[in-house]
């Protein structure tokens, strides 16, 4: 028996995109790979059917309706998954993998909380979800964050026109575009390159509270045109995604969601732990200014501040 496979595994934004494909890689698993499932997500159909469908495979799947823009919807939905913890509803709790993510267009748009909503879902809501649920963990435990490089130059992030991260103070950066600023790509992209920098910083400042036993990573899939992220950025950006779609190298959830699942279940991962970065299926560096204790220690303490407010 793998032994993260002998315990439970939660993902967010199982409904689509990357995240369903790599739920139903980790249902589809021959029994004794194959975790129990605890899907975090927006209560709906789409929910409901990748349940079913991971249900239908064998697991053991209960779904959380949530909606990461609402930081009490967040911290009702780790209570519910410390209660089936607790009831022993679901074997122990070995992974969490913080898949869900969004790119607003208009930067100007809140979460419930009143934070710029891709800094609240990308970011905030999955600071909040880990950290209430850091004590249920059994080792050996993974903790699996989503990344992304367009947080500095590449290729395909000046393909994008999506703008590279400009860090400044999380209080700052959490904050919606204010009323007087027109919304535009640049500050949409930076927004999105921003938490996606937060999560490195994140990760490697995780790893220093998580309980011994319990190993932090960031996952990069590749690009991966077609998927729900860019939804709200008009049918332009559709357009030129589905054209890079075309290049070789691309990736897409059927590639890139059997190798996230490989990430959280299998030994051969096992070693990763302070963040290691992960590009689809290779260890990488992250660039110098992704690695700073400074900026770490102060986006924790600054969390906590943002988190402790909306509470
Ligand atoms: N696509 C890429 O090229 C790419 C590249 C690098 C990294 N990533 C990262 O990969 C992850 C998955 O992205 P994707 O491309 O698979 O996008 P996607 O198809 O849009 O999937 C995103 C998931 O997040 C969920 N989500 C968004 N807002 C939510 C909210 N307020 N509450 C609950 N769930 C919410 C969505 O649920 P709903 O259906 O309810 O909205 C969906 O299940 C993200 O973290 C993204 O940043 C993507």
Redesign the pocket.
């Known amino acids: 028996m793998n032994s993260i496979a002998s315990g439970t595994v939660l993902i ?10 790599a739920t139903m890689s980790m249902a589809n698993r021959p029994v004794g790979e194959r975790p129990d499932l605890l899907l ?3 209560a ?1 159909r ?2 409901t059917e990748v349940a079913a469908e991971a249900r239908m495979a064998g697991a053991v799947v209960r779904e959380i309706g ?5 930081l009490s ?1 967040v911290r009702a939905a780790a209570q519910q998954v410390r209660e089936l913890l607790n009831d022993g509803a679901v074997r122990p709790l070995h992974g969490v993998v ?6 607003t267009a208009d930067t100007h748009t809140a ?1 419930a909380d009143g934070y710029g ?1 891709t800094f ?3 970011y905030l ?1 999955h600071a909040q979800l880990i950290g209430d649920l850091l004590d249920s963990f059994t080792a050996p435990g993974r903790i699996v964050l ?5 947080y500095y130059e590449n290729i ?1 992030r000046r393909m994008l026109s999506v703008a590279p991260a400009d860090w400044r103070d999380p209080i700052e950066l959490s904050r919606p575009t204010a009323a007087d600023v027109p919304a535009t790509l640049k500050l949409s992209g930076t927004a ?1 390159s921003n ?2 920098l937060a999560i490195l910083y994140y990760a490697h400042e995780l790893q220093r509270h998580a309980p011994a036993g319990v190993n932090v990573t960031v996952f ?12 709200g950025h008009g049918a332009a950006a559709q357009r030129i ?1 589905q054209a890079i779609g075309r290049l070789p190298g691309v ?1 897409s ?1 059927d590639s ?1 969601g059997p190798a996230l699942a490989s990430i959280v279940l299998d030994d051969r991962w096992a070693h990763l732990h302070d963040g290691a970065f992960v590009v689809k299926d290779k260890e990488r560096e992250v660039q110098p200014f992704a690695s700073d204790p400074d900026r770490e220690a102060r986006l924790w303490d600054a969390t906590a501040e943002l988190l402790k407010s909306a509470a």
């Open positions: 967010t934004g199982p409904t689509g995109g990357l995240g369903r494909a975090v997500g927006r709906g789409a929910l949530c909606d990461l823009a609402r919807d913080a898949n869900a993510g969004l790119s979460s909503l609240a879902v990308n809501a989503l990344g992304s490089n367009t395909f999105y938490s996606k990069e899939p590749g690009f991966m045109p077609g998927t729900g992220l860019m939804r995604g990736s959830p890139s």
